[in-house]
Each structure stands twice: as C-alpha cells, then as structure tokens.
C-alpha cells in the first residue's frame, strides 16, 4: 500500500478498485461500486486521512457519521467506507457535493475489478447493510450474496417523507371538512332567508347538506320562538304586577279613610 499525507496526518492511499472494494466489503451494492469509487476519489483522492475544515473526514468526506460510535473512527477505511453505505441509504447520492456537482465522472472506471482483498477492513464495518439508519421508517434489509456483499438494502420510507405524506393528508382533510362546513352554514342562512326554501337546495351542492340546513333553521326558528315567548311571558308578569299593586294601593287608601274619626258638630249660638 502507498502512504499520503492528509489534514489528518498520514494515511493510505486507496485505488480505484480499492475503494471499490471497500465499498462492497462494507455492504454497499456492487452495481454502484464504480460510482462510490469516483466519489472517493474526488472528495478524498483517495486518501484515508483526508480532512475538510468543515469536519468532513476521511475517504468519502463523512460529515457526521450517521453511526455516533464511528465519529471518532472516520479515518478508518472501512469505518469511513461503512458510513458512506449508510450515508447513502439515509441520504442517496446526493449527498456527495462531488456527485451533484458532476465532478466525480471525471474519475468513472467501469472496467475496473473491484479488489474486494483490500487491506483495512476492521470487524466494524462487517455487515453494515443489515443497519438501518434512524431516519428510516420502512426499512428493507436487502439480500446477503458471499463475497458481493448485500443486494438491495434500502431505505424504502423515511420518517421526513412520511411526516410530509401525513402533515399534507391532514392538510387537505382539513380543507375539505372546513369547506363542507362553509357550504353547510351558506345554505343555512341562505335558508333562512327565503333564497332556499327550507335549504333543500343545498342537497345539490353537497349530500346532507339539504338535511343540515333545515335541521338548524327548524332550531333557529324554535330559539327565536322560546326567546319571544319568554319575553311576553315576562312583559305580562310585569303588567298584572303593576296592576295588582294598583289594587294593593287603592284598598289601603279606603282603609285609612275608614279608621279616620269624624269631627265634633259646632253647637249652634243662641239668641240672648
């Protein structure tokens, strides 16, 4: 193996059938080896020690290992190559810069064989297909082929794309329910003052809705009727009130005149 010198410190340098190597060594899908060994190769030049001030650390410039035991390890072949197979089924290619960008077709070797032999495979990146990243919420372990590695590990759901899904289902419940509401109250009062009768037209714009409307106009119709009964009620009470204080007052006023004694005569004057 060849030494580089990285931000790091020195490290390995890794060919391009290497890094494939790694890559399928650490669970990744053969098919895209080419491509994951073009990406290394632009981000790292292959080099284990590699380092961005931004954090991003070795091979595949991993920039917070999605594993949190491997975040000290990164400079590691195959922990950085294990974070790379997770990095990708968490977030596809597109989190490779260097692949968005297009700068890794500048490395493409798809005649190469992969050199699964490679040195620097630890114990910790064994298997890592079979992990499945926190974010996924409908995961699918893919199939264990010898020597190949894993087929088909993916992430079929993840949790961001179903809080989306759910967050706009709910969205647009809401819209309809809040708009049946409105052409429930429309019809209501539409009803309500003669432009439907009863709001059996409401029907024709949403079924029940003619049931509705009516339902609440029979209600408002019953309130209006209870609150002018009520008043009436309380307007009578008021007047035979009144009226027996009336009374009350006018037999006490010929009560006292009863009780009240009556003058002496003056006697008459006598002539001397």
């Known amino acids: 193996m060849t030494s580089c010198q990285g931000a790091k410190g020195t490290g390995t340098l890794y060919s391009y059938a290497q890094l494939e190597g790694l890559w399928i060594n650490a669970g990744g899908s053969s098919a895209l080896a080419p491509t994951m060994a073009a990406i290394a190769e632009a981000e790292s030049g292959g080099c284990s020690t590699a380092y961005n001030a931004s954090g991003a650390t070795g091979l595949w410039q991993i920039l917070g290992a999605v594993d949190p035991s491997d975040q000290a390890n990164l400079t590691d072949p195959a922990t950085n190559a294990k974070e790379a197979?997770?990095?990708y089924k968490d977030q596809g290619l597109g989190a490779w810069v260097t692949?968005?960008?297009g700068a890794y077709k500048a490395y493409m070797n798809g005649a190469t064989t992969p050199d699964t032999s490679v040195p620097g495979t630890g114990t910790s990146a064994t298997?890592?297909?079979a992990t499945e990243p926190a974010s996924c919420l409908l995961w699918f372990p893919g199939i264990s082929v010898p020597i190949v590695g894993n087929v088909g590990g993916s992430c079929l759901v993840h949790k961001p794309e179903a809080r989306a899904v759910i967050g706009a289902g709910l969205m647009a419940a809401g819209v309809i329910v809040a708009g049946a509401g409105l052409?429930?109250?429309a019809a209501f009062g539409l009803g309500k003052s003669?432009?439907?009768?009863?709001g059996a037209d409401a029907a024709a714009v949403i079924p029940g809705a003619g049931a509705v409307?009516?339902?609440?106009?029979?209600?408002?119709?019953r309130s209006t009727q209870s609150g002018s009964q009520v008043t009436s009620d309380r307007r009578g009470a008021r007047v035979?009130?009144?009226r027996q204080e009336a009374r009350r007052q006018a037999a006490a006023k010929?009560?006292?005149?009863?009780?009240t004694p009556a003058k002496p005569s003056q006697p008459s004057a006598q002539s001397s």
């Open 213 to 221: 409307a009516e339902g609440l106009t029979v209600a408002h119709r």
């Open 127 to 129: 298997l890592t297909s």
């Open 194 to 198: 003669g432009a439907l009768a009863r």
């Open 183 to 185: 052409l429930i109250l």
């Open 99 to 101: 692949y968005t960008s």
């Open 85 to 87: 197979v997770l990095k």
């Open 240 to 242: 035979a009130a009144q």
């Open 254 to 259: 010929r009560a006292a005149k009863k009780k």
